[in-house]
């Protein structure tokens, strides 16, 4: 090779290099391009103007006759960012208009190459794209991207239950100070969010529910949600309600059939029962709370199901003690044979506290003549922080009952409810000497009875 020739290949070699280096440059860039400004780090107040930003991207101008036949097959290196064009209009010119391209996938002043490249050459288009200044603001940035910015390092929160309107926060003594901006942020980032909450407490051991404080937006606590093709209405500071509980409530309604009977001891707004009736069940629902009670009579005319839910407003071993049990026997000693034909269920949705209240099936049924009686179906939640879960969740319940589960007895894991505590759900069918064991009487196979903690 001449000297000549050996000096090409090292120009050509370095020039190589040189592209390489910038490309692999621009993209390390272009992870960092679409960052608010660092200037509202800290922000106490929400100052929406000082998000905004002059970045730029990749961008190639296009005729306006093109478009429909060059988005889609481009889509996949197009710009993608919250409430911005991908094409942006050219002031006096209608013949074309300009395209942007997501900048950690194309790089700008080099040649788009492969199936992207060919499609702009027969379109007569230049595959070369060019810088282009693109003016961002508050609503281009997500709700994540806003409160990382804002917010000390460790201490972002986007995550929230939404309850119609509102949205439900459980936020942390550090997050405090900014709990009207995070408010706000929530609101803004998400459509149909008009009030936006913050748990001050644990949820009330006796009604069930929580206190909070109204963060940011309207103060209006009665909402609409739809659930399982229901629609309930309740207010939201005073009654339950978890989303998260959906599929919970979903999963136990698919084990009940038509003219199946569903006590449902502590019934809320009725999120199991609702269902229940709409699938032909007769409901016996009960709350104490006469707030969820209200709501409960409500949603069940608002979904016309009160011919088949009966409501009740008590304690719920009083409803067991008094209601349930006298169906039971109605049902089981009825000349008509309807009544004996179905399946029962008691629905013990109150996971802190239900598996003490099993205690009052022990010897509910004494002394009653009830010939080919079949026992209810018991659906129990409770919690557990055992290593474990659904050995601990057994282990109690057959402490209360005094007698083993059937061995068909089914342990459900509904879902983590905070680090290290799991919401179980324990289905069985009652064993019948359960029922029928007077409290006084005892079987020595059967386990020691210990006092239970309530979790809360």
Known sequence: MTLCGRFCCIVNRNKTFLQTTVSRFLLVMSENLFTPPPGVRGMEVLDRQAFNLTVQVPAIKIPTKAIGGLLKPLRSILLKRPNTKKLVDIPDDQLHKVLLFDPDKVVPEEHLTGEHGKLLQENAVTAVPQLYDLQL????????????????????????????????????????????????????????????????????????????????????????????????????????WNPRLGTEHERITNKLRARDVVYDVFAGVGPFSIPAARKRCEVLANDLNPESYKWLVHNTKLNKVQDRVRTFNMDGRQFIQEVVKKDMIDRCQGEDADLQDHTSHVIMNLPAMAVEFLDVFRGLLAGEMLPEYQPPMIHCHTFSKADDPAADARRRVEEVLGAALPKDHYIHRVRDVAPNKEMMCVSFQMPLEVLLTHQGETDPSEPDRKKLKTET
């Open 137 to 240: 603001g508050y609503d281009s940035w997500t709700a994540q991207e806003v409160l990382t910015a804002i917010l000390p390092e460790g201490e972002v929160t986007t995550a929230f239950s939404r309850v119609g309107h509102i949205a439900h926060l459980n936020l942390r003594d550090h997050q405090l100070p900014y709990k009207t901006l995070i408010g706000q942020v929530i609101m803004d980032k998400n459509q149909g969010i008009t009030s936006v909450v913050n748990k001050t407490n644990i949820i009330n051991n006796t009604f069930r529910f929580f206190s909070m404080e109204l963060i940011a937006g309207e103060d209006k606590t009665t909402v609409t949600v739809k659930e399982n093709h229901c629609s309930f209405e309740f207010d939201f500071a005073q009654v339950y």
